[in-house]
Nanobody, 128 residues
Framework: QVQLVESGGGLVQVGGSLRLSCAAS????????MGWFRQAPGKEREFVAY????????VHADSVKGRFTISRENPKNTVFLQMNSLKPEDTAVYYC?????????????????????WGQGTQVTVSS
């Protein structure tokens, strides 16, 4: 089974940038599709972005489209989330998640129940 560890979170001003990383171990990384989710205090966990096994297909939530970019480097067992033009409403704990399901077929990449492995999360705080 895959283990996931996020890093790269922190405190940033409005309009700033951060790059989150999620390092995977314990399994063949390229067999997993990956997602990023976030959860703000008092709110449900929400979808941010999805990337297919080979990185050839990505999906971004409307709220981050044009500002965030998901990518992966399979030889380094890592998935990234580049976040630009950050807003206060981006403040949340960010989680990476892995799945063996074929979400490109089902279209259910935004459903938290489709992901079976999760990291511990990394805090992102955007100050105004």
């Amino acid at each position: 089974q895959v283990q996931l560890v996020e890093s790269g979170g922190g405190l940033v001003q409005v309009g700033g940038s951060l790059r989150l990383s999620c390092a995977a171990s314990g399994a063949t990384f390229s067999t997993y599709a990956m997602g990023w989710f976030r959860q703000a205090p008092g709110k449900e966990r929400e979808f941010v972005a999805y990337i297919s096994r080979d990185g050839g297909s990505t999906v971004h939530a409307d709220s981050v489209k044009g500002r965030f970019t998901i990518s992966r480097e399979n030889p380094k067992n890592t998935v990234f989330l580049q976040m630009n033009s950050l807003k206060p409403e981006d403040t949340a704990v960010y989680y990476c998640a892995a799945t063996l399901r074929y979400l490109r077929i089902s279209g259910r990449w935004a459903d938290v129940r489709q992901y079976d492995w999760w990291g511990q999360g990394t805090q992102v705080t955007v100050s105004s």
